[in-house]
T-cell receptor, first 115, second 114 residues
Framework: EAGVAQSPRYKIIEKRQSVAFWCNPISGHATLYWYQQILGQGPKLLIQFQNNGVVDDSQLPKDRFSAERLKGVDSTLKIQPAKLEDSAVYLC?????????????FGQGTRLTVV | AQTVTQSQPEMSVQEAETVTLSCTYDTSESDYYLFWYKQPPSRQMILVIRQEAYKQQNATENRFSVNFQKAAKSFSLKISDSQLGDAAMYFCAYSSRGAQKLVFGQGTRLTINP
């Protein structure tokens, strides 16, 4: 089966600009996650969707980050305006359901550099 | 809040030998899952092994096994017969049973020497 697809792979922007990342989860996966991985650290969950509804966005900086999952399939994560500290890899993952007894499959991420 | 700590930023091992990566965690919950993920340079996180907290038997997956000490809140990963393809960043992670919200440690970079 096809894995989790993300684009772009790399993005360089200037601070205060906006940027958007796209994720296409594995077909049939109801749960979708966005993680932020700063260099030298483990990933941190930003937001979790169940179908097209948000179930956890407690660590999403809502003043500049937004995410949506239209029709419960693809998702986009947007940053507006970007700050230098937003430089990181943004990982998308999906799982069949929102339960720890199911495996979360990750995409290859988007590496964002803010200059 | 749950925390995961990996105290070894880097480890190295000779090819074909055995290496153990350490992980400790902190939680007040009694029912949870622990994971080891591998992240090669491609950046894609790959699940290596998973342990359910209520199972006393340590999980094994081919050359990978864990030593789960619930009382000590310790969860180490043993890689036997190390291969060059095992070289990667390894992350220990925690998740409550009900909601798959992974909390990751800082990672251990594993180098395999030929």
């Amino acid at each position: 089966e096809a894995g989790v697809a993300q684009s772009p792979r790399y993005k360089i922007i200037e601070k205060r600009q906006s940027v958007a990342f796209w994720c296409n989860p594995i077909s049939g996966h109801a749960t979708l996650y966005w993680y932020q991985q700063i260099l030298g650290q483990g990933p941190k969950l930003l937001i979790q969707f169940q179908n097209n509804g948000v179930v956890d966005d407690s660590q999403l900086p809502k003043d500049r980050f937004s995410a949506e999952r239209l029709k419960g399939v693809d998702s986009t994560l947007k940053i507006q305006p970007a700050k230098l500290e937003d430089s990181a890899v943004y990982l998308c993952a999906s799982s069949i359901r929102r339960s720890s007894d199911t495996e979360a499959f990750f995409g290859q991420g988007t590496r964002l550099t803010v200059v | 809040a749950q925390t995961v700590t990996q105290s070894q930023p880097e480890m190295s091992v000779q090819e074909a030998e055995t290496v153990t990566l350490s992980c400790t965690y902190d939680t007040s919950e009694s029912d949870y899952y622990l994971f080891w993920y591998k992240q090669p340079p491609s950046r894609q996180m790959i699940l290596v092994i998973r342990q359910e907290a209520y199972k006393q038997q340590n999980a094994t997956e081919n050359r990978f096994s864990v030593n789960f000490q619930k009382a000590a809140k310790s969860f180490s990963l043993k890689i036997s017969d190390s291969q060059l393809g095992d070289a990667a960043m390894y992350f220990c992670a925690y998740s409550s049973r009900g909601a798959q919200k992974l909390v990751f440690g800082q990672g251990t970079r594993l180098t395999i020497n030929p």
